[in-house]
């Protein structure tokens, strides 16, 4: 099939390189316009329009899929197809109609669960054991149409939303050209997703990524690891703003009823500790061990290299002036 794929940041990079591999003709790219970024607002090209340069494949880049202009473009490539991962922009219905099969979106959990901007990020913080991805064809609705393939993917206790997603693009990309392939077979079954079940995923703002002491600490744990490493989780301490990468919940059974102080029992939501062998934060239940931090304007660094410099008193607490 002559395909057009629509993507733009570094998790569709994988699915133009399965289609670049398969038997399905490539014709052009559909991406964001070029971001400003920097001190310098230097423009900044998505990570699918390298690609599609280094493969030396048209890139269309419309302010908006719905643009005449864009519309006229796409029509003249007469693509069977064009598959989409995470593009980051609605397509209006006159795009959706150009391609005969229409357009199949891969979207990286397991619908009707996480429909939205950041699946994977709150498949995390909700603690869910098993996600997924989906190919299923695009609707003006918010991933609501029907799924055309799906596979599954365990939650490791440890995994951070990063994780996750670099384990998810590549299969989901295997997952993407099979459902390509069996659309153009005529063997493909498109079924509806059922009205149960459905939970929304929004993009994350930066607030839904600072960290709440006065959680338990299994939430304050799946928020660190869901906010990694975008948009990042944070606390505050002494009013400047303090990026933590994942934490680690002291397990209950190192931590009793009657134990000294030095191991971190009666802490308070939020309050530090600094032991010979970990920086330990009190949450609403246990603490929970510090592992990288990255004070404003340096460099990530190990908790105990940041709290030898900052010399925390006993008990200071961070997100205070939060």
């Known amino acids: 099939m002559r395909v057009v794929l629509a993507g733009t940041p570094a998790p569709a990079v994988p699915s133009l390189r ?179 079940g459905v939970t929304l995923a929004p993009k994350l703002r930066p607030d839904d990524a600072r960290v709440r002491w006065e959680d338990d600490a299994a939430a304050v744990d799946r928020r660190v690891r869901g906010c990694t490493p975008a948009p990042g989780a944070w606390t505050t301490f002494r009013g400047q703003r303090l990026r933590l990468g994942p934490v680690e919940p002291v397990p209950a059974d190192a931590v009793s009823a009657d134990a000294a102080p030095e191991d971190g029992a009666a802490l308070g939501p939020g309050a530090l500790r600094v032991t010979r062998g970990a920086v330990l934060v009190g949450t609403g239940t246990g603490p929970v061990a510090l592992g990288q931090v990255q004070p404003a304007g340096k460099r990530p660094m190990a908790a105990q290299d940041w709290a030898r410099g900052v010399r925390p008193a006993d008990d200071e607490v961070l997100g205070a002036d939060a």
């Open 18 to 196: 399965a289609l670049l591999a398969s038997s399905h003709e490539v014709v052009a790219v559909v991406t964001r316009p070029d971001a400003r970024a920097g001190r310098g607002r230097r423009a900044v090209t998505s990570p699918v329009k390298e690609l599609a340069l280094e493969a030396d494949l048209p890139v269309l880049a419309p302010e908006r899929p719905g643009d005449e202009a864009f519309l006229a473009e796409l029509a003249d490539l007469a693509p069977d197809c064009v598959p989409v991962v995470a593009y980051g922009a609605l397509v209006p219905r006159r795009a959706l109609d150009v391609p005969r099969h229409g357009w199949v979106n891969l979207h990286f959990s397991l619908l009707p669960r996480w429909r939205g901007a950041a699946p994977v990020q709150h498949a995390v913080l909700a603690g869910d054991p098993v996600t997924g991805a989906c190919a299923f064809r695009l609707e003006e609705g918010l991933d609501t149409g029907p799924v055309l393939g799906s596979l599954e993917e365990p939650v490791g206790p440890r995994d951070t939303a990063g994780d996750l997603l670099e384990r998810l693009a590549p299969a989901g990309a295997d997952l993407l050209v099979r459902v390509l392939d069996a659309l153009e077979a005529g063997t493909a079954r498109a079924v509806p997703q059922p009205a149960d």
